[in-house]
Nanobody
Framework: QAQLVEAGGGLVQAGESTRLPCAASGRTSSTPAMGWFRQAPGKEREFVASISWSGSSTYYADSVKGQFTISRDNAKNTVYLQMNSLKLEDTAVYYC?????????????????WGQGTQVTVSS
């Protein structure tokens, strides 16, 4: 079993930036691919970004491409989501997820392991 714990989030002004870390522990070898998802009020959870074990491959939802950056530090077992130029519509609960492949994260199955989520609220 792997455990994922998100941090960061909170209230952010529109146009500002914030970074969400997600720390993995336990059987991290079972989750070489990591990703971020979000769920806005009244909407389904959606894929945001994913990254391969090496960090050489990253994928983004069209809605955040050029605005968000996913990265990882394997020495710290931590994946990050840098969010810039935040908009009101970025308000959501953000979830960290782990899986065997980035393809799985972007597919119907999504992650094998999930964090508890962290709220990001963007205010005007």
């Amino acid at each position: 079993q792997a455990q994922l714990v998100e941090a960061g989030g909170g209230l952010v002004q529109a146009g500002e930036s914030t970074r969400l870390p997600c720390a993995a522990s336990g059987r991290t070898s079972s989750t070489p691919a990591m990703g971020w998802f979000r769920q806005a009020p009244g909407k389904e959870r959606e894929f945001v970004a994913s990254i391969s074990w090496s960090g050489s491959s990253t994928y983004y939802a069209d809605s955040v491409k050029g605005q968000f950056t996913i990265s990882r530090d394997n020495a710290k077992n931590t994946v990050y989501l840098q969010m810039n130029s935040l908009k009101l519509e970025d308000t959501a609960v953000y979830y960290c997820a782990g899986a065997g492949t980035t393809a799985q994260l972007m597919g119907v199955r999504g992650g094998d392991y999930w964090g508890q989520g962290t709220q990001v609220t963007v205010s005007s």
